[in-house]
């Protein structure tokens, strides 16, 4: 059993304002398969969150992480829809 | 009826240049005079040829003048110039309580126009609330006019303690619109969970299939027109890998260097298939 690297503590947010969840979701939304070389947890992260908002609530507004989705992602993660 | 003296326009212009400007009560008084004996369309002409002073001015000079008619305390209140044009337009049934409460602070000593507010406010919050202490009915007349729920609460919350510092009816006042601002925050934040939770508990979106490439077929003696340019290309690629990568990064896109890379994978696990299927001792 291999060892747990150590954590650290971070905000939805931050994981949502990443290039590879905002990557993930849109590969998700365009039908682009599961890039397996992408090692990323974001990445991943992205694209369950893609199965979870609706396809009009858009990542960002006038370059700000959209308040709605921040709140949905927030929910989800509560749920542990995402881990 | 006896007729008064009628004063021509000319003489009336001559005694208003004669009074000093701050006397807003007289030179009113005589506007007031003059605009009575205009014919419809001379006034404004008469007024910009004899003065330089805006229409705006002169309005404010006759209101005056005609306030001090309703109210002749108003001469000898020692008030500035700006109070007196405040005063045409409060409302009319504000103003017997407006002059009475400016009487009591003007009538010796000379009111700032800070100060001067306040007492009109005063003034105002008396008229519509009784007695109550000075800072109460400041607030009170502050928050006259408006109709939203919690301006109600604070009119309310005022009566009932009646704050007699500045200081404690305003921070009444900011308390009560703090509260209403809480209550605001809470009925959008539930609202928006309202809306996480009907997202969450329904429907997935509707997203597009995953489009997985065509899976190749293989076969050693397959013949096919593309098989020399692969070899080429493999040999060319094998060649440059040991160059810096850096060289390469910007000719082609992310999404064409993938599809590239899933094409050589399908054709090593392609590969690796063909091992499995000719180790010697497997079951056809």
Redesign the interface.
């Known amino acids: 059993m291999r060892a747990q690297i150590p954590t650290q503590k971070i905000t939805v947010a931050r994981i949502m304002a990443s290039a590879e969840f905002a990557r993930g979701l849109d590969d998700?939304?365009?039908?682009?398969?599961?890039?397996w070389?992408n090692g990323d947890w974001n990445y991943e992260r992205g694209r369950l969150f893609?199965?979870?908002?609706?396809?009009g609530m858009p990542l960002r507004i006038d370059g700000h992480l959209n308040p709605?989705a921040v709140?949905?992602c927030e929910?989800?993660f509560d749920?542990e829809?995402i881990i | 009826m006896k007729r008064k003296n009628v004063r021509s326009l000319d003489t009336i212009a001559v005694n208003i240049n004669q009074l000093e400007r701050g006397n807003i009560i007289d030179i009113g008084d005589l506007l007031l005079e003059a605009k009575s004996q205009c014919e419809r369309g001379d006034w404004l002409k008469w007024l910009t040829c004899e003065f330089d002073w805006s229409v705006d001015t002169a309005e404010r000079y006759m209101g005056v003048a005609a306030l001090n008619a309703k109210f002749r305390s108003l001469r000898n209140l020692k008030i500035a110039a700006t109070t007196l044009y405040a005063l045409v337009y409060q409302e009319q049934d504000d103003l017997p309580a407006i002059i009475d409460e400016l009487a009591k602070h003007a009538s010796k000593t000379r009111l700032s126009p800070r100060d001067a507010r306040r007492v009109i406010k005063i003034g105002i919050g008396r008229r519509q609330y009784g007695d109550h202490p000075d800072a109460t009915l400041v607030q009170l007349a502050e928050l006259n006019g408006w109709s939203q729920a919690w301006h109600e609460k604070a009119v309310a919350a005022l009566l009932e303690r009646e704050p007699d510092t500045d200081e404690t009816a305003s921070a009444l006042v900011n308390a009560m619109a703090a509260q209403q601002k809480a209550e605001e925050a809470k009925i959008e934040d539930d609202a928006e969970q309202e809306e996480v939770e009907s997202i969450l508990d329904g429907a997935p979106p509707d997203l597009p299939p995953s489009i997985t490439p065509e899976p190749q077929k293989f076969g050693a003696d397959t013949e096919w027109e593309g098989r020399e340019p692969f070899a080429d290309a493999v040999t060319a690629l094998l060649r440059l890998r040991t160059k810096p990568v850096g060289r390469f990064v910007g000719r082609f896109s992310p999404s064409e260097l993938r599809e590239v890379a899933d094409f050589l994978l399908a054709i090593a696990s392609g590969a690796a298939e063909i091992a499995e299927h000719d180790r010697p001792g497997r079951a056809a």
Do not use: S, T
């Open positions: 998700a939304r365009k039908g682009v398969p599961f890039d070389r893609a199965h979870i908002a609706p396809l709605k709140a949905l929910a989800a749920r829809l």
